[in-house]
């Protein structure tokens, strides 16, 4: 499963790690794969320091599975990125096939698969997600993060017209907000498109989601019982 946004500063890599974490805990053997090759920092918010990255991978020096790092806590694997650098967004065509090859052979040993992509519709956030079997689109009420969650999706259908697309609104006041915010999109989607991607969930604004991101843990474990930690124990239901 893909995870993008279109825009940055969604909360993406935050819902990808809650929603590993939820995924883990109904017993789905899990992998999170840090897709963001410009800015990755998925080991950032875990408070991690992974002694293999995909710096190595990319680099030739480890196998994929190498680069596995199992996050305790949590109960699931992550593969980790090269935080604090920039150097995996200029990976050539070639390499990054290979990479995405590579990841659909070890998905074979997991339950779920989430791929964290980066920000936009660059060239190696497609070739990620033309590996992915769906895709969760996060979106806040931003006009800007609607606008942008529509392009990605204008440009993966037109890509890969056969990709499923699944939308969740993420950080809004209630659920009929982030109802609302969802039917804009899907608006456009219908109007412009011709498809209808359905509703994945709704995350309702959360004052404990800052402390666990500022504490680098996740929330399931910080704050298990809060409201957000249940919206996304929702959406993994519906998942699994």
Avoid at 176 to 185: D, M, W
Avoid at 220 to 238: G, S
């Amino acid at each position: 499963i893909a995870i993008a946004s279109g825009k940055g500063g969604v909360g993406k890599t935050w819902f990808s790690i809650t929603l590993a974490h939820c995924l883990a805990r109904t017993g789905a053997k899990t992998l999170l794969f840090d897709g963001d090759l410009g800015l990755a920092n998925l080991d950032i918010q875990l408070g991690l320091t992974p002694k293999h990255d995909l710096g190595s991978v990319v680099a030739g020096r480890l196998t994929l599975n190498q680069a596995v790092t199992h996050y305790d806590e949590g109960g699931f694997d992550i593969i980790a990125g090269r935080s604090g650098s920039g150097g995996l967004i200029s990976i050539t065509a070639g390499r990054m096939k290979m990479l995405s090859n590579d990841l659909g052979v070890l998905a074979s040993d997991y339950d779920r698969v989430l791929i964290d992509l980066g920000a936009g519709v660059e060239r190696t956030v497609q070739q990620l997600t033309n590996g992915a079997s769906s895709v969760i689109v996060i979106i806040n009420d931003e006009p800007t993060s609607l606008t942008d969650a529509y392009a990605f999706i204008k440009v993966m259908q037109t890509e890969s017209p056969k990709l499923k697309f699944q939308i969740v609104a993420n950080a809004v006041n209630s659920t009929r907000e982030g109802e609302r915010t969802y039917n804009t999109l899907l608006k456009a989607c219908e109007g412009f498109l011709k498809i209808s991607p359905p509703l994945l969930g709704v995350i309702r604004r959360d004052p404990k989601v800052p402390g666990a991101i500022r504490s680098q843990t996740s929330l399931i474990t910080r704050y298990p019982n809060t409201e957000a930690a249940t919206d996304v124990e929702n959406i993994a239901q519906k998942l699994v």
